[in-house]
């Protein structure tokens, strides 16, 4: 895995767009059923909008019906980190790039088999790769 990315709040706010950085980096969510990715059934992989890193594959990808990007595992061990969220007053696991802290979404015990996990990620915080 590569090094870790760290920026200045400017550096981030004049890379990302608006939205990106509203979630990315503020911790914000994009409204479902709206993003780029959500009902994709493209095969290829998804990184991370802020550094690249390779985060999830379209081979772990499913319809959850939630109006977000669904996976029921990561791209690798060392894709993402995860973190306890307390803002809406019950915990929820937080879903972070690992190389450079970006928020991403949130995994919840739902999802399918082999992994019983639905990592709910908001497209912008994505961008498509199918050559991966």
């Not at 400017?10 to 959500?38: D, M």
């Not at 595992?73 to 809406?88: I, K, N």
């Not at 082999?114 to 990592?119: D, H, I, K, N, Q």
């Amino acid at each position: 895995m590569s090094d870790k990315v760290s920026k200045s709040k400017e550096e981030w706010q004049a890379e990302l767009t608006p939205e990106q950085y509203r979630v990315c980096r503020e911790k914000g969510t994009e409204r479902a059923f709206t993003g780029a990715y959500w009902d994709s059934k493209e095969q290829g992989g998804y990184r991370c909008a802020c550094c690249g890193a390779a985060l999830f594959s379209s081979a772990t990808k499913f319809d959850s019906g939630t109006g977000w990007p669904s996976f029921w595992a990561p791209q690798g061990p060392d894709s993402v980190a995860m973190e306890t969220d307390t803002t809406l007053s019950m915990p929820r696991t937080e879903v972070l790039c690992r190389q450079c802290g970006a928020h991403l979404g949130h995994v919840f015990a739902d999802g399918p088999e082999p992994t019983g996990l639905r990592y709910c990620i908001n497209s912008v915080s994505l961008v498509f790769d199918k050559d991966s």
